[in-house]
Nanobody, 126 residues
């Protein structure tokens, strides 16, 4: 089992920045692809960003490209989502996820992940 504990999030004005962290414990995090998803009220959970276990491969949804950066620190068992130039439409609950996999790939679908963090609320005021 892998436990994911998120931190960060909060209220920020449009144009501001936030960083989300996701600390993993349990099994071999270092080999697991990781992802960030978000869910706004009344909407389905959507893909935001993902990263392969080595960090060499990353993917983003189009709406956050150039503004968000996913990264990981494997010795610290932590993945990050740096969010810049935030917009009101970025307001959502954000979730990190881990996939029990040993390939150096990233994944975009929520169903492709095995473990989830507890969620972090991000509110962007305009």
């Amino acid at each position: 089992q892998v436990q994911l504990v998120q931190s960060g999030g909060g209220l920020v004005q449009a144009g501001g920045s936030l960083r989300l962290s996701c600390a993993a414990s349990g099994r071999t995090f270092i080999t697991y692809p990781m992802g960030w998803f978000r869910q706004a009220p009344g909407k389905e959970r959507e893909f935001v960003a993902a990263i392969s276990w080595s960090g060499a491969h990353t993917g983003y949804t189009d709406s956050v490209k150039g503004r968000f950066t996913i990264s990981r620190d494997n010795p610290k068992n932590t993945v990050y989502l740096e969010m810049n130039s935030l917009k009101s439409e970025d307001t959502a609950d954000y979730y990190c996820a881990a996939r029990e996999d040993y390939s150096d790939s990233y994944y975009r679908g929520p169903s492709e992940y095995n473990f989830w963090g507890q969620g972090s609320q991000v509110t962007v005021s305009s």
